[in-house]
């Protein structure tokens, strides 16, 4: 199993109308971050089509297998060389700006978005995947859908980056980052991430919060037997920051914070205060049916914190 020490291999899937921006700019923020330890970047744009919308009336569909004959190649070579080659070479050029010395590969597809995307994050060649966010409503991002959303309802084997404003606008030098911690593997893979993250920027890092929050049955019985309300998580609190203190965090930018409540609600008030760039989490997979009715920590604070650059972290 590759460790969070290992270098680092993103997909990065673009589209062409001006969407792509916060997805470009965050990749060059960790190509700033991550320096030799990203090996590897994928720029992705999956045309679904649209170039087959556009000239449908030019295809003889006489033909047995539209898809083979020589004035559908003819189109599609046309689209991707003047419409989408040129946007993700552009995106490239940025990135490498930025002094990295890792590959940059292009690939274009096509097919439905999710699928292709779902498709090569589990294909075993990435250990990141970055999703540009919809900036729909929760309602509109619920009924109308994106691919955002698509990929999120999927089960997805390697870890997402959702681009946040703070961390774009104050120039890719975080000063806060906060993670979500419980008992799960997840979790302690995204204090690692976390861990790494301080170390690559102690310059500027000023804080990293650890928070847990406690189910509301735990608390009742903490209070019933006459504990601390803090008591139960102490120990995963006292834990993730010796953790951290071992990669050379100073003790003094930890701050540890146990709650009783709403997992999501806490966070997000969380975040808010401590005005965290970074948030991290791990990713539990759901269905999207499952997610509607059930609901889901990571869907709610990716609709109600813009702000920081949320990390939803795996370790499949």
Known sequence: ???????????????????????????????????????????????????????????????????????????????????????LETAADEIRQTGLEAAIEIEIEDGDPVDQIVEKANSGEYDALILQRSGLSRVGDMFVGSVTTGVLHREVHCSIYLPGSRLLEQGCRPRCCLVALDESDHAAEALARAGR??????????????????????????????????????????????????????????????????????????????????????????????DLFMGSVSRKIIYRCPEPTIVLVSVD
Do not use: W
């Open 1 to 87: 199993m590759r460790t969070v020490e290992d270098t680092v291999r993103f997909l990065v899937p673009l589209d062409i109308d001006g969407s792509r921006d916060q997805s470009v700019e965050l990749m060059k923020c960790l190509a700033t971050i991550l320096g030799e330890r990203l090996a590897k970047i994928t720029l992705l744009h999956v045309m679904a089509g649209r170039y087959l919308s556009e000239h449908m009336a030019n295809i003889d569909f006489r033909a047995k297998n539209v898809i083979s004959t020589d004035k559908f190649k003819e189109l599609r070579r046309g689209y991707i060389e003047g419409q989408i080659r040129p946007v």
């Open 197 to 290: 993250l301080a170390r690559a920027c102690a310059d500027t890092m000023e804080r990293v919060v650890l928070v847990h929050v406690l189910d509301i049955a735990r608390c009742g019985e903490a209070l019933a037997g006459g504990e601390e309300v803090a008591g139960p998580a102490a120990s995963l609190l006292d834990e993730a920051a010796s953790s951290l203190i071992g990669r050379g965090i100073d003790e003094s930018r930890i701050r540890k914070v146990a709650a009783c409540g709403d997992p999501a609600e806490v966070l997000v008030d969380v975040a808010g205060r401590e005005q965290a760039d970074v948030l991290f989490m791990g990713r539990r997979g759901r269905g999207a049916v499952q």
